[in-house]
């Protein structure tokens, strides 16, 4: 029998919004609203603007939320979540001065999407725009009444294309002007709110001047900072809420670094003296360091928005240099700037046989496919090799060839026009891929890839659950298994279907992760082992450090794993 060890929540409070200013006319108290996100749930919270006192403080069950302040003398605000924990978030909560109290409002007449921005309307509604349906809705207090006014997108709709709907400001014809996103640069509609109806604008029409209501509030919410009148103040909001582990990797020097969803931290690891430490938040960027990688003493990463590349030096003192967005030779870590050719979402990373660093890509928002990037440590230089159909979702690589997996998701918003995910041969030297092929029928992605020492073979994981073995030389599947419990879904990767992570042991062995489940791929006999049952679900990423040691991502948690338990005497 192994053991687990819990070695805590490497990340904590990395992912911070708000700055949203109402008055409470009880107390007589101006409040600066804030929030703290994470995957596990969030904190709503106020700051006294006088004393900079914490006077507020609620827990949302939602991963990520936003606030709208209602424009009357009421002092009340509306919470709507733009995710669920595991869930679409689309549910209405208010707070108000009187009461003290969160209290729900419940859902509008539909299902399967998430709030994504509001507005009130001079109507006394509150206009909520949805995704990925692209719908209007609104939900009228005075009579606790939700109404659903369809997706506002024109025409054509496409099955299966991700919209968005934002909702802008109410113009004096009682239109509820909208942005449509999907494919850029979108569209612009009015809702007519008395005749229900719908129009194209050719352009989008100017926004209606906002009339100054109380004092003039400049908030920082990551630096726990404001500044009213001039003046400067800062309060003390100590972080609750960890994030969840989407990057882990072992360096070359022993220790384990990874990263959290959407926080920009990255974190590390030391075996020897037992130490998890948050490092820090990089210097650039907003949304999430993606994953890491060791490569000749240093730490390779990548993050969304915008694909950006970077390395950490864990030699040197942690020097972000956030003012130049880590964009000096001194920053540590410092960005050498975006992979370009439209990448977006730069998932996984392996070493290739040419010493390049070769990264598994998402294209940008509307547009299909992704690409291959490659990046070489040497002379620092960028190559990308563009999938005009899919994205590249995984990645490795042995002495011979890249291997990749590819999913048929592209940017949010594009047109998808293929339906299963591939593996394919990238040859390095040719810069071509030999071969591919759809391991699983009807899957959609393959979606983690790792080799055996022992047999050569190519092991991958599916959206639907299912694992195969591929052999090189060949070209051909030589075995597909089915797990008993799918991957785990981590909103922000993004994707709807779990990720199945896999690793090569050191024993030659295949080992992974499920939602539920930590097993093995035993290559000699072809059988599933499924090995002790882990103390926290929804695990996600392993990587093996010491031999027979591994580390896995379990919501928030670092969890330690060995294969053989050390026996105590006394």
Not at 37 to 65: H, K, P
Not at 244 to 254: A, E, P, S
Not at 359 to 382: D, H, K, V
């Amino acid at each position: 029998m192994g053991i687990f060890y819990d070695l805590g929540r490497p990340v904590i409070g990395g992912w911070m919004g708000g700055g949203w200013v109402s008055h409470d006319p009880i107390r007589h108290k101006d409040l600066i609203w804030g929030g703290e996100f994470g995957q596990e749930g969030s904190i709503l919270f106020a700051v006294d603007v006088d004393s900079g006192d914490i006077v507020e403080q609620y827990w949302i069950g939602a991963r990520e939320f936003s606030v709208t302040v209602q424009p009357d003398e009421s002092g009340k605000i509306w919470i709507y979540n733009y995710h669920g924990l595991y869930q679409p978030g689309n549910i209405l909560q208010s707070w108000s001065p009187e009461t003290r109290k969160v209290i729900s409002h419940g859902f509008p007449p539909l299902s399967g999407q998430r709030f994504v921005s509001a507005l009130w309307g001079d109507d006394d509604k509150l206009y909520l725009g949805t995704h990925p349906f692209g719908h209007l809705v609104s939900f009228d207090p005075e009579h606790d009444q939700w109404a659903d006014h369809g997706c506002q997108a024109p025409a054509p709709i496409i099955p299966d294309q991700q919209i968005w709907c934002h909702p802008q400001f109410m113009n004096e014809e009682g239109e509820i002007i909208c942005s449509i996103a999907r494919t850029r640069p979108g569209h612009t509609i009015g809702y007519n709110t008395k005749t229900n109806k719908t129009r194209g604008l050719a352009q989008a029409p100017e926004r209606p001047k906002e009339k100054a209501n109380g004092r003039q509030i400049e908030v920082d919410i990551y630096a726990n900072a404001y500044s009213v009148g001039g003046e400067h103040k800062t309060f003390d909001y100590q972080p609750q809420v960890a994030t969840d582990i989407c990057g882990l990797n072992k360096g070359t020097d022993g220790r384990i670094y990874g990263s959290t969803i959407i926080s920009m931290h990255i974190f590390s690891f030391d075996p020897a003296s037992r130490q998890l430490s948050d490092l820090g938040r990089v210097g650039w960027g907003s949304g999430e360091v993606y994953d890491v990688i060791g490569y000749n003493g240093k730490v390779y990463m990548g993050s969304y928005t915008g694909a950006y590349w970077g390395v950490y030096d864990p030699e040197e003192p942690w020097r972000p240099m956030s003012a130049v967005g880590g964009e000096d030779e001194q920053a540590n870590p410092r960005t050498f700037g975006r992979l370009g050719q439209d990448m977006n979402r730069p998932f996984e990373y392996t070493v290739g046989p040419d010493a390049c660093i070769y990264i598994a890509c998402r294209a940008n928002y509307g547009l299909p496919g992704g690409g291959l990037g490659s990046f070489n440590p040497a002379t620092e230089e960028f190559r990308v090799f563009r999938d005009d159909k899919q994205s590249v979702q995984c990645i490795t690589a042995d002495h011979r060839y890249v291997y990749g997996g590819t999913s048929k998701s592209g940017g949010r918003g594009c047109i998808e026009t293929t339906k299963e995910g591939k593996l394919f041969i990238f040859d390095t030297k040719s810069h071509t891929r030999l071969y591919a092929c759809i391991p699983v029928m009807n899957a959609a992605a393959v979606t983690s890839l790792a080799i055996s020492r022992t047999t050569g073979l190519v092991y991958g994981s599916t959206s639907t659950g299912h694992l195969f073995s591929f052999d090189v030389d060949e070209r051909q599947i030589v075995d597909t298994w089915r797990l008993r419990s799918m991957g785990t879904p981590l909103m922000g990767v993004p994707e709807t279907y779990g990720i199945i992570h896999l690793t090569g042991g050191s024993d030659g062995h295949i080992y992974g992760v499920s939602r539920t489940d930590v097993f093995k791929i035993d290559v000699i006999t072809k059988c599933i082992v499924y090995l002790d049952k882990p103390p926290i679900p929804d695990l996600y990423q392993i990587v093996e450090g010491a031999p027979g040691i591994f580390y896995i991502g379990a919501r928030g948690h670092l969890l330690e794993y060995h294969l053989k338990g050390t026996p105590h005497f006394r």
